[in-house]
Nanobody, 123 residues
Framework: QVQLVESGGGLVQAGGSLRLSCAVSGRIFRVDAMGWYRQAPGKQRELVALSAGVSGGTTNYADSVKGRFTISRDNAKNTVYLQMNSLKFEDTGAYYC???????????????WGQGTQVTVSS
């Protein structure tokens, strides 16, 4: 079994900062891409930031968060972070961690999701 546990959400005023963390645990041989998605009420889930590849050397961001959010990862701890600065009201939503994990040791990858953590930005 593979589990993703998120933490760090909360209530913050506009202009403030939050840092989300997501730890991947369980039967893990390697972790490929790790990313953060968010879903606002009444909207579809959207990609916020992605750290691609086993090393995480390639990152991609939604246009709406470029220059404000930074994704990083600690491969030794199988943990991905999302530093969110200059938060805006429209950043409000449930944030979900996503990881592509090889749990067999044979380069067979599956996608897993965290349970979500709420971020609320007050205007």
């Amino acid at each position: 079994q593979v589990q993703l546990v998120e933490s760090g959400g909360g209530l913050v005023q506009a202009g403030g900062s939050l840092r989300l963390s997501c730890a991947v645990s369980g039967r893990i041989f390697r972790v490929d891409a790790m990313g953060w998605y968010r879903q606002a009420p009444g909207k579809q889930r959207e990609l916020v930031a992605l750290s691609a590849g086993v090393s995480g050397g390639t990152t991609n961001y939604a246009d709406s968060v470029k220059g404000r959010f930074t994704i990083s990862r600690d491969n030794a701890k199988n943990t991905v972070y999302l530093q969110m600065n200059s938060l805006k009201f429209e950043d409000t939503g449930a944030y979900y961690c996503n990881a592509v994990v090889d749990y067999t040791g044979s380069y067979h990858f599956s996608q897993y999701w965290g349970q979500g953590t709420q971020v609320t930005v007050s205007s």
